[in-house]
């Protein structure tokens, strides 16, 4: 019987020092670019959440503040300043909105009569959003147009259809 000879075996049993280094250095390389990419996608991952808790505060203050406008009865200018009037029993609560250390704050008061005045002191308020630029109502005669500007970005307005009466 003939014997089988291997032609393309070698009598070494370990692997070279060159050959362990060169494999050490793949896996390195191999590793850090996966990191990179990983680095990468959680960058616009936050700033996707970040865009995201933008539009949805955004979208709370506009959809608040067109639920006060069209819950109103009545509006009024004083001091230039819009305030919304809702009758509640036989009071009437004037609402107004206006930024104050970056903060979007509704303004509230209940009044005992319904008449035309030249100052009104609000005592009730509530914080809706922060992180607020600038800030605007205006009365462009068929309807609101609330004008929010959100840090460094561009500023949002969304115009309100008129449903209450100009109370002077």
Request: glycine share 4%; charged share 30%.
């Amino acid at each position: 019987m003939k014997k089988l000879r291997w032609r393309f075996t070698s009598k070494r049993e370990a692997y070279s020092l060159i050959e362990l280094v060169m494999s050490m250095a793949m896996l390195l390389i191999i590793g850090m670019v996966i990191t990179s990419i990983l680095g990468v996608s959680q960058k616009a991952l936050t700033k996707t959440y970040e865009n995201e808790n933008i539009s949805t505060d955004l979208s709370y203050a506009t959809e608040y503040i067109k639920d006060e406008i069209t819950s109103s009865d009545y509006y009024t200018i004083v001091c230039g300043e819009i305030y919304f009037i809702q009758p509640k029993g036989n009071k009437y609560n004037y609402v107004s909105f206006g930024l104050k250390d970056n903060k979007l704050y509704r303004y509230s008061i209940l009044i005992d009569s319904l008449k035309k005045r030249n100052e009104i002191h609000s005592d009730g308020v509530n914080a809706l959003i922060d992180n607020i630029s600038s800030f605007s109502i205006e009365d462009q005669g068929d309807c609101f147009s609330v004008k929010i500007g959100y840090k460094d970005k561009e500023e949002i307005i969304r115009k309100i259809a008129k449903r209450s009466r100009l109370y002077e």
